[in-house]
């Protein structure tokens, strides 16, 4: 059994920053790849940005350039640093990490971006 945990969301302001990290644990097989999704409300989710294991990043361009995504690839764990928020950046945030057997997903921690 794989499990994701999410710390680091909360409460910011626009134009601040928060840093998220996700730590997986439980009977590990080797993760390709990491990443985060969102889910606003009223709104499907969507990829934010993801990390391979030769830590090739992709962003959805919303995030590019204020958004920074890295991976401790020894200890399972991915992160992302954000910048520059947006109170369009409010949503609950994924983390997913995907193996060859399949995509695990955490519980979500929720972001929230004050005006």
């Known amino acids: 059994q794989v499990q994701l945990v999410e710390f680091g969301g909360g409460l910011a302001q626009a134009g601040g920053s928060l840093r998220l990290s996700c730590a997986a644990s439980?009977?590990?097989?080797?993760?390709?790849?990491m990443g985060w999704y969102r889910q606003a409300p009223g709104k499907e989710r969507e990829l934010v940005a993801h990390i391979t294991s030769t830590d090739t990043t992709n962003y959805a361009d919303f995030v590019k350039g204020r958004f920074t995504i890295s991976a401790d690839n020894v200890k399972n764990t991915v992160f992302l640093q954000m910048n520059s928020l947006k109170p369009e950046d409010t949503a609950v945030y994924y983390c997913?990490?995907?193996?060859?057997?399949?995509?695990?997903w955490g519980q979500g921690t929720q972001v929230t971006v004050s005006s």
């Open positions: 997913t990490a995907t193996n060859v057997a399949r995509t695990y």
């Open positions: 439980g009977n590990l097989f080797r993760f390709h790849t």
